[in-house]
């Protein structure tokens, strides 16, 4: 029981769930102007760890074919037989009806969204097939992540969340054009499209920079509008100074290592939000800025 657990948690990549999580806590927080209620709290971590599942696995699923003629991706779980299609299709449709059981355990507006946001997030694994523009389609659905946290907490849509969510778009954005960089040559033969498929190394990652120049300019702009103060702004000169460093300076032929330096800066940035925003949140007068 806990070998399959365990494989169905690397199918999933669990360990990426720290890119999303601390910006959806953040919004929670800010929603609830401190702590929220523990049911709700629960329940939210819930909703996120069920859609994020089935998301993943629907795009393991949904790209095993294309896995299987990949060398870098030949061994992973549904290619290799770990985990069988019927298997990994039972838990897709499982963590679906999960995600909208909890979501109406929250509120009834969570529930109305819990179905289309749930097959969204399924739809992005199939953009690859005819837009290079699948990047983007990811971020929008790990962007939603901090308004859903919104919408568990306060049962309606706000601006700030929804400014957490674009920023973190462009974040997720760049990060996929990197990823999908190590695929250029198995994604042109298997007639996938990708921002590097279209574009090439140097100039993908160019592109990328750029998603990221924006994520921190929509981020300080964030922090004059919503007057999000000092710690909001130290977070982003650390985040700056730690994307530069890896943009410019940190120069490497190998895209393994560099994958590497984005994750670990994924964690980091996802981090210094949550702290940035933690700090106003729980020392600042939320109530003059957010209604």
């Not at 720290?18 to 927080?29: G, K, R």
């Not at 977070?235 to 460093?245: E, G, K, P, S």
């Amino acid at each position: 029981m806990f070998s399959a657990i365990t494989e169905y948690g690397k199918l999933v990549r669990l360990s990426h769930t720290l890119f999303a999580l601390p910006f959806a806590l953040a919004a929670m927080f800010a929603a609830a102007g401190g702590w929220p209620d523990i049911k709700v709290l629960l329940l939210t971590l819930a909703c996120m760890f069920t859609a994020r599942n089935g998301a993943m696995a629907f795009n393991r699923l949904a790209d095993a074919k294309f896995d299987a003629l990949n060398p870098r991706t030949a061994g992973r779980h549904i290619p290799a037989g770990i985990i069988s299609k019927r298997n990994a299709t039972i838990f897709i449709i499982a963590n679906g009806m999960a995600f909208v059981f909890f979501a109406w355990l929250l509120n009834s507006f969570a529930f109305y969204c819990s179905l289309p946001l749930f097959l969204f997030l399924l739809s992005y694994s199939l953009w690859k097939r005819f837009s290079c523009f699948s990047h983007f389609m990811l971020g929008i659905a790990i962007g939603f992540s901090p308004l859903g946290a919104w919408i568990a907490v306060k049962g309606s849509l706000a601006l700030l969340p929804a400014a957490l969510g674009i920023m973190l778009m462009f974040w997720m954005a760049g990060f996929d054009i990197i990823y999908a960089s190590q695929d250029i040559e198995a994604d042109k033969k298997l007639g996938l499209h990708s921002i590097p498929v279209k574009f090439g190394l140097q100039k993908s990652m160019f592109i990328a920079f750029l998603c990221h120049i924006a994520m921190l300019g929509f981020a300080a702009f964030m922090g004059f509008w919503w007057n999000l103060g000092l710690p909001w702004h130290v977070a982003l000169a650390v985040i700056a100074l730690t994307l530069l460093y890896i943009h410019l300076f940190r120069k490497s032929s190998d895209l393994d290592k560099v994958n590497r330096d984005f994750f670990l800066a994924n964690i980091a940035v996802s981090f210094l939000v949550m702290l940035g925003l933690g700090v106003w949140v729980f020392t600042g007068d939320l109530h003059a800025f957010i209604p």
